[in-house]
């Protein structure tokens, strides 16, 4: 069975960094589409940043220059390098993935089919 699981969310101050994991287990995952998305309270979610099977990035404007998004085939895992971050960072992070497509499709909620619980990040001014 194909699972996401997060992890890394955390409380920091505004300017601090943090790095988000996404372990994939039941499919190598990091051969095909992955990427970030995140929902603050009373917002709907947001993509992030997404990586494809050939390292290809795409970004959010939001967290370009900030965010770096990165993965391991050997561990089958993705990461998300979140540095300078602003209090307006603060959200629920979701790992996402798109089963068997190697390109990634524009970052959006629907066109994600896998879905992790989520990892809490925090910024405080």
């Excluded at 955390?10 to 929902?39: E, H, K, N, P």
Aim: glycine share 12%.
């Amino acid at each position: 069975q194909e699972q996401l699981v997060e992890s890394g969310g955390d409380s920091v101050q505004a300017g601090g960094s943090l790095t988000l994991s996404c372990a994939a287990t039941g499919y190598t995952a990091v051969d095909y589409c992955m990427g970030w998305f995140r929902q603050a309270p009373g917002t709907g979610r947001e993509g992030v940043a997404s990586i494809d099977h050939y390292g290809s990035t795409v970004y959010a404007d939001s967290v370009k220059g900030r965010f770096t998004v990165s993965k391991d085939n050997a561990k089958n895992i993705m990461y998300l390098q979140m540095n300078n971050l602003k209090a307006e960072d603060t959200a629920v992070y979701y790992c996402a993935a798109v089963a068997w497509s190697w390109i990634c499709p524009p970052l959006t909620e629907s066109r994600y089919g896998y879905w992790g619980q989520g990892t809490q990040v925090t910024v405080s001014l």
